[in-house]
């Protein structure tokens, strides 16, 4: 089984930046897309960012477009999310996920495996 662990959030003020990781441990040659989404209370989880394993063509939501960063390592088994220029929308639960398929897709419900979550606070 693919298991998933997220590091780097916090408390951050508007305007900062902060660095989310996942490393993926187990049969990761399974995986083909690496993302995040994220969740903020009271608010479905939605898509933020994702890659193929090629880590070409990464695919964003628009409001993060410009200021968010996704980048894979294969050799590590990691992928990482640079976010700058932080709103205080930003803040949710931050999950890691990753999908077997090999399509980059937008909705949760397609991807296998799941992070714990990392809380990202923005405060304005």
């Known amino acids: 089984q693919v298991q998933l662990a997220e590091s780097g959030g916090g408390l951050v003020q508007a305007g900062g930046s902060l660095r989310l990781s996942c490393a993926a441990s187990?049969?990761?040659?399974?995986?083909?897309?690496m993302g995040w989404f994220r969740q903020a209370p009271g608010k479905e989880r939605e898509f933020v960012a994702a890659v193929t394993w090629s880590g070409r063509m990464p695919q964003y939501r628009d409001s993060v477009k410009g200021r968010f960063t996704i980048l894979r390592d294969n050799a590590k088994n990691t992928v990482s999310l640079e976010m700058n220029s932080l709103k205080a929308e930003d803040t949710a639960v931050y999950y890691c996920?990753?999908?077997?398929?090999?399509?980059?897709?937008?909705?949760?419900?397609?991807?296998?495996?799941w992070g714990q979550g990392t809380q990202v606070t923005v405060s304005s």
């Open positions: 996920a990753a999908r077997r398929g090999s399509i980059v897709s937008v909705a949760p419900t397609l991807y296998d495996y």
């Open positions: 187990g049969p990761t040659s399974s995986i083909y897309v």
